[in-house]
């Protein structure tokens, strides 16, 4: 099973990896001093992946202290201490365990098209064919047949859905919600709501009253807010996470749409600023391209 | 606010360069590193900083920039002018087709806005007196078609579905039928999301292009992409020869990387950008007044079309004439705050404004609530109060704040306020036939 995730994990990745295994490859194998220019270039690979300015820095400080500290010329020895320095990133904050406490109510945040229905899909299935019993809440009740495309993924999951109209108040379906999985004795809830972008105030608060309901339920479930963010995002996922982590304390990200071409690469920065684990990683439009993110896996596919 | 991190690092370097009477070599090499950053943190691509980097560098470093009396100036304007032609230069225009239908095909990545942007697009086009058909060729997302519906029904534009065919690319065909045969003059075709890597969903694509020979193929792509941006535009205009860009979610506090490479990249032009949730919040693209945005040289230009589109010229002649007369009621008052309100979020006109970056809009928290509760209050009046307010006294005002769900001393405030601008309103008005006086402005 453990095999089996690495693979599918590691699949996913393949174009992560050729653009920046391949590269790094690349510029060790060329370069046979660790020089200015050497790291030049590395700043170039790291910068591309979306690693941001910032982290990008930290990587090449630390790579270049270690490298001249232990006078290290070895050509793998190099590229492992690059991939020591970035898995102590991506290993950060991730020693805890990761089982939920039921009855729990998961509340899903991002900003505009990251995938949150998506994933709400995929979570509900992970965890009813964990045996539990789940219920969704239509909480996106500002876009257009936001609350269809719920449904639909419930009527395919096999899950009841909480909803009202379009246009209806989110914290109100997120209140009847609660009390239904609360009557009923749902296990897991998952709340939807709307995207928003992070710096629209307004949007902001209304999140602010759905996540107060939720902790006013917290006598009775455990709370987990996560984060949905886009691999594709550049460093702007920075300012989605540091905001969206001030409104609504997060316990978790959410990494979609690793199946592209994109590097998922924020993560190191997320992970080196904001100490917010990382939970699962979507890998697929299918119901089961969900999985738990292995910060040791990341990394030893983005080097292998 | 739109470039926000990177307008703000930008002018931070502008400041120290204007200071300076002569500029020398090591000044500019400075200035060009910070630049250099503040692009890369903003994700522009990595290739597209180092050659506007070396543009920069090349015409600063010429004779006339350091013998220059404002070399700080001409520094400037050469970043100015780099930008613009970095976002495309001219602002492109959406041609429609001479005769017949005008074909229009969005493509992108999921969830980087595209039924949306359909709907706005409808909307903007339908404003020039065009008769718009959208076709929900999204087949995969669940609901997605409804969504099309929905919002089709919002901008008033046909939608073509049909929920029992599956194969998107004969739905095209039929709705591009469909159109000729009812005198549409313009389609547009909502393609179902897809990652630029996968094979068969492209091929898809190039099927449905194949099929439809649309005028325009448009990219979305949203504007807080990272790096990747510049390779999903490549790949699309590889595989389907894009005409042109609609970036979307511009009015996130993104940095607008992908703003800044697309373009330069494919060399299609921008063509609009997507400025927030409401279906009319579509904006033409216009490289130069984007470029002093970033510069914090403020778009006036916009700011003015805002102001022409939304304000209803008759009203316009008849509040004037009401105000020379005054005979300015709460129910003009209530007329104002609406338009008001129609231009769009007044934090984001505010930042139009030339000097106002985000710095000095900083602690300035606009309560876009205050007029809501204003427009609550003045509901909650009879139109005999509305048109004499003097007639309000304590009753009546415990009665319009229950009414309208606010306190006593919020009504005491409006009316506060109408009786500050009315005052204001009589200085102006007076100013032509007295003496030239100095007079304050009463705000609120």
Redesign the interface.
């Known amino acids: 099973m453990a095999e089996n995730l690495f693979e599918k994990l590691k699949n996913s990745l393949v ?1 992560t990896k050729k653009s920046f295994s391949g590269k790094i490859d690349q510029l060790i194998n060329y370069s046979g001093v660790y020089d200015e220019d050497f790291f030049e270039e590395l700043e ?1 690979i790291l ?4 690693i ?2 910032e982290s990008t820095n930290e990587i090449i400080e630390k790579t270049r202290e270690i490298i001249t500290r232990e006078n290290i010329t070895d050509k793998v020895k190099v590229k492992n201490t690059i991939k020591s320095v970035v898995r102590d990133i991506l290993k950060k904050d991730e020693d805890r365990h990761r089982e939920i406490n039921v009855p729990a109510v998961i509340l899903i945040v991002g ?5 949150k229905t998506t994933t709400i899909a995929k979570l509900a299935n992970m965890y009813k064919s964990k045996g539990m019993n789940v219920m969704l809440a239509a909480g996106d009740t ?5 609350v ?2 719920l ?3 419930a009527d395919r999951v096999g899950v009841p859905i909480i909803k009202n109209a ?1 246009g209806a108040d989110p914290s109100s379906v997120i209140y009847d919600a609660l009390q239904a999985a609360r009557s009923r004795k749902t296990d897991i809830l998952i709340c939807d709501t709307a995207g928003r ?6 949007l902001m608060k209304e999140l602010s009253k759905m996540n107060k309901i939720i902790n006013n339920s917290s006598d009775h479930f455990s709370v987990y807010r996560y984060l949905v963010l ?1 691999a ?6 920075l ?1 989605q996470a540091a905001t969206f982590n001030e409104v609504t304390k997060l316990d978790g990200i959410i990494l979609t ?1 690793l ?5 998922g ?2 993560i190191i920065p997320i992970k080196n600023q904001y100490h917010i684990p990382v939970e699962y990683v979507g890998v697929g ?1 299918g119901m089961d391209d969900l999985q738990e993110f292995m910060p040791e896996d990341f990394a030893e596919i983005l080097f292998e | ?1 739109v470039f ?1 991190g990177l307008s703000s690092k930008l002018q931070d370097t502008f400041k120290k360069l204007r200071g300076k009477g002569k500029l020398t070599e090591k000044d500019i090499k400075e200035a060009t590193r910070e630049i250099k ?1 503040a692009l ?4 522009v691509n ?1 290739k597209v900083v180092k050659s506007f980097v070396k543009n920069i560098n090349e015409r600063a470093l010429g004779a006339d920039v350091l013998k220059s009396l404002t070399p700080g100036q001409q520094v400037i304007k050469i970043v100015n002018d780099e930008l613009t032609s970095l976002m495309g230069g001219q602002p492109a225009k959406l041609e429609y087709s001479p005769k017949g239908i005008t074909v229009i095909m969005l493509v992108g ?5 595209k ?1 949306t942007t359909a709907g706005k697009l409808a909307g903007h086009i339908k404003k020039d007196s065009k008769k718009v058909l959208l076709a929900a060729c999204d087949v ?5 078609i ?6 089709g029904n ?1 901008v008033g534009a046909e939608v073509f579905a049909d929920t029992e065919e599956k194969n998107p690319v004969v739905i095209a065909q039929n709705a591009l039928k469909y159109a000729k045969e009812h005198f549409f003059d313009v389609v547009i075709f909502d393609t179902a999301g897809r ?3 996968d094979e068969a969903l492209m091929n898809e694509l190039v099927d449905i292009k194949e099929k439809v020979a649309p005028d325009h193929t448009i990219l979305n792509i ?1 504007s ?6 510049v ?2 535009a490549e790949t699309f205009n590889d595989k389907i020869s894009l005409s042109g860009v609609i970036l ?2 511009l ?5 607008g ?2 703003a800044l490479s697309v373009a330069s990249v494919t060399g299609k032009p921008i063509l609009f950008a997507g400025m927030g ?1 409401k279906l009319t919040d579509l904006e033409i693209f216009y490289p130069d007044r984007m470029a002093s945005r970033i510069l914090g040289m403020g778009d006036v230009l916009t700011l003015i079309e805002k102001a022409q589109a939304d304000f209803d010229e008759e009203k316009a002649v008849e509040l004037q004439e009401k105000i020379r007369k005054q005979t300015f009621t709460l129910e003009d008052f209530k007329q104002q705050l609406a338009q008001m309100k129609d231009m769009g979020s007044f934090k984001d006109i505010l930042e139009m404004i030339p000097g106002a970056g985000k710095k000095a809009l900083k602690g300035i ?1 606009v309560d ?2 205050e007029f809501v509760r204003s427009e609550a209050i003045i509901n909650s009046m009879t139109p005999e109060e509305r048109n004499n307010p003097s007639i309000i006294n304590a009753n009546r005002r415990k009665r319009i704040a229950a009414g309208s769900g606010t306190r006593v001393q919020d009504v005491n405030k409006l009316l506060k306020g109408f009786e500050q601008s009315k005052k204001m309103m009589k200085q102006f008005s007076g100013l032509n036939n007295k003496k030239h006086g100095k007079f304050k402005f009463p705000f609120m």
């Not at chain 1, 972008?197 to 307004?202: C, E, Q, S, V």
């Not at chain 2, 409804?146 to 919002?151: A, D, E, F």
């Open positions: 174009k170039e910068i591309l992946s979306d941001g300015y900003v505009n098209g990251v995938g500002f876009r257009a047949a936001a269809e495309q449904e639909i993924w379009q972008l992070h710096n629209k105030d307004n886009d594709t995002s550049g460093t702007n996922a300012s749409k199946d592209g071409s994109a590097k690469g924020i439009e | 606010m926000e950053l890369l943190e903003a994700d990595f990545l999921q969830g980087a806005g039924t995969y997302r669940p609901a997605a409804k969504q099309l519906q929905v919002i919002q990652l630029h890597i949203d807080m992409t990272g790096q990747e941006a390779n999903v979307t979610k009015d996130g506090d993104t940095r990387g992908a949730e928290d876009e609530k």
